[in-house]
């Protein structure tokens, strides 16, 4: 999916997503400032008991009025309609929705097929942009911030605070993980793996975002998804390169990882045709797994600047 957006905000958001193989800290910090336009979905049920900016369904003292009733022994004085009070001659009690904190894990992906691009940037390094846009999106909202950062070979663990300084630290790991892409290691960590720590490290209540290719999104991950998606808001955020849905047209293609260069040959039609359908085949895959679990899934196209696909899927509502 292109952007359409008019080409003075293309121009200005094309300084804070540079077309590039490899992240830039500074960059992932300066998205800071574009994340103040985002605005995360406020979700109708909440399980976590902290104080925070999300609308619980537990009833308290909270800023939203959600009914009136009859007073009952018990109820904080201070509460008392005295205008509905006065004209029923019975006590009313306002009770309100009381707001609460929805910690936010992300996790993302930094593998070695990740590290791909054939228009723009490379599904590593936005995959890493919007980490940084939900973290500070997040953090200004008010919410604890954590992250999961999945390399080829092991992962950075950040539970949930509510400082900045935890957000830089985030991107950092980030950064140092994308960079170390460059040595093109085998793949030993799966997503299964992560997955699983997640499912017992997550406390209840929690927006979790993951964000990768999905390419080893395995059948048997179904029930672990199924496990977080009980009691956390999952939020699937699936990044691409237009090069893997359809083969490009016969002929010799230049190819870099950023600093070999090479070529490819594609003048073989059938293997053309097979690759489509196989991608089709595993793309709607993943398509039915998240639907048959009611998990928000929203395709990101590394060819793209991805801040409306990515706006898109924050504010979506969903249930938790």
Same mark, same amino acid.
């Given at each position: 999916?292109?952007?359409?957006?008019?080409?003075?905000? &293309?121009?200005?958001?094309?300084?804070?997503?540079?077309?590039?193989? !490899?992240?830039?800290?500074?960059?992932?910090?300066?998205?800071? @400032?574009?994340?103040?336009? @985002?605005?995360?979905?406020? @979700?109708?049920?909440?399980?976590?008991?902290?104080?925070?900016?999300?609308?619980?369904?537990?009833?308290?003292?909270?800023?939203?009025?959600?009914?009136?009733?009859?007073?009952? /022994?018990? %109820?904080? $004085?201070?509460?008392?309609?005295?205008?509905?009070?006065?004209?029923?001659? =019975?006590?009313?009690?306002?009770?309100? =929705?009381?707001?609460?904190?929805?910690?936010?894990?992300? @996790?993302?992906?930094?593998?070695? /097929?990740?590290?791909?691009?054939?228009?723009?940037?490379?599904?590593?390094?936005?995959?890493? &942009?919007?980490?940084?846009?939900?973290?500070?999106?997040? !953090?200004?909202?008010?919410?604890?911030?954590?992250?999961?950062?999945?390399?080829?070979?092991?992962?950075?663990?950040?539970?949930?605070?509510?400082?900045?300084? #935890?957000?830089?630290? $985030?991107?950092?790991?980030?950064?140092?993980?994308?960079?170390?892409?460059?040595?093109? &290691?085998?793949?030993?960590?799966?997503?299964?793996?992560?997955?699983?720590?997640? =499912?017992?490290?997550?406390?209840?209540?929690?927006?979790?975002?993951?964000?990768?290719?999905?390419?080893?999104?395995?059948?048997?991950?179904?029930?672990?998804?199924?496990?977080? =998606?009980?009691?956390?808001?999952?939020?699937?955020?699936?990044?691409?390169?237009?090069?893997?849905?359809?083969?490009? /047209?016969?002929?010799?293609?230049?190819?870099?990882?950023?600093? &070999?260069?090479? !070529?490819?040959?594609? #003048? %073989?039609?059938?293997?053309? #045709?097979?690759?489509?359908?196989?991608?089709?085949?595993?793309?709607?895959?993943?398509?039915?797994? !998240?639907?048959?679990?009611?998990?928000? #899934?929203?395709?990101?196209?590394?060819?793209? $600047?991805?801040?409306?696909?990515?706006?898109?899927?924050?504010?979506?509502?969903?249930?938790?």
């Amino acid at each position: 999916m292109k952007n359409s957006q008019p080409l003075d905000a &293309q121009h200005y958001l094309q300084g804070f997503f540079p077309a590039s193989a !490899f992240t830039n800290e500074h960059q992932l910090t300066q998205l800071r @400032l574009l994340a103040k336009r @985002l605005r995360l979905a406020s @979700l109708p049920q909440l399980h976590g008991l902290l104080s925070g900016n999300h609308m619980s369904r537990q009833k308290g003292r909270g800023l939203d009025l959600d009914q009136l009733r009859i007073y009952q /022994p018990g %109820d904080d $004085i201070r509460s008392i309609d005295w205008r509905v009070t006065a004209r029923t001659q =019975k006590p009313h009690t306002r009770i309100y =929705k009381e707001e609460r904190e929805r910690p936010v894990m992300i @996790l993302c992906d930094q593998r070695s /097929p990740m590290f791909f691009g054939s228009e723009r940037s490379f599904k590593s390094v936005v995959a890493a &942009q919007c980490a940084a846009l939900i973290a500070w999106a997040a !953090f200004d909202h008010g919410d604890r911030v954590g992250a999961v950062v999945l390399g080829d070979n092991n992962e950075a663990d950040f539970r949930p605070k509510q400082r900045s300084s #935890h957000i830089l630290n $985030i991107l950092k790991s980030i950064n140092l993980f994308n960079h170390q892409l460059e040595n093109q &290691q085998p793949v030993k960590r799966s997503l299964s793996q992560s997955l699983s720590n997640l =499912k017992q490290s997550l406390k209840p209540g929690t927006t979790l975002y993951i964000i990768s290719d999905f390419y080893d999104l395995s059948e048997q991950d179904k029930a672990t998804l199924f496990s977080l =998606k009980r009691h956390n808001h999952i939020v699937a955020l699936q990044v691409f390169d237009p090069l893997e849905r359809v083969a490009p /047209p016969t002929g010799n293609y230049a190819v870099t990882d950023g600093n &070999q260069h090479g !070529f490819l040959d594609t #003048h %073989d039609q059938s293997s053309q #045709h097979a690759y489509e359908d196989a991608v089709s085949t595993w793309q709607q895959g993943i398509k039915n797994t !998240f639907r048959s679990l009611a998990i928000n #899934h929203q395709q990101i196209s590394a060819g793209d $600047i991805p801040f409306a696909a990515l706006k898109l899927a924050l504010e979506q509502r969903g249930a938790a």
